[in-house]
Nanobody, 117 residues
Framework: QVQLVESGGGLVQPGGSLRLSCEAS??????????VAWYRQAPGKERELVAS???????NYVDSVKGRFTISRDDAKNTVSLQMNSLRPEDTALFYC?????????WGQGTQVTVSS
């Protein structure tokens, strides 16, 4: 059974930083074949794509996080990370890790990020 385990969420003051990590296990194929991404869902809002790395296509970010967030992957460790700097209250959300390859689409359980003074 594929598992995605996220870590690194928490409470941070505006302007602060957090680093989210997601480790995948029991994948059917090598991790480097999977597209990886981070999504978030704030209360009362739809889940939105925050950042992604598509194999062979580079990185992509939602406009609101460009210049502040950086997605990266370590294929040797089956991990994808999201470095979040200059956090704002509007970044408060449940963040989800996602990996997909063809019809295979897997989600983590979510990690809460709260930005508040």
């Amino acid at each position: 059974q594929v598992q995605l385990v996220e870590s690194g969420g928490g409470l941070v003051q505006p302007g602060g930083s957090l680093r989210l990590s997601c480790e995948a296990s029991n994948l059917e194929f090598l991790f480097n074949k999977y597209h990886v991404a981070w999504y978030r869902q704030a209360p009362g809002k739809e889940r939105e794509l925050v950042a992604s790395i598509k194999t062979g296509e580079g990185t992509n970010y939602v406009d609101s996080v460009k210049g502040r967030f950086t997605i990266s992957r370590d294929d040797a460790k089956n991990t994808v990370s999201l470095q979040m700097n200059s956090l704002r209250p509007e970044d408060t959300a449940l963040f989800y890790c996602n990996v997909r390859y063809g019809w295979r689409n897997y989600w983590g359980q979510g990690t809460q990020v709260t930005v508040s003074s």
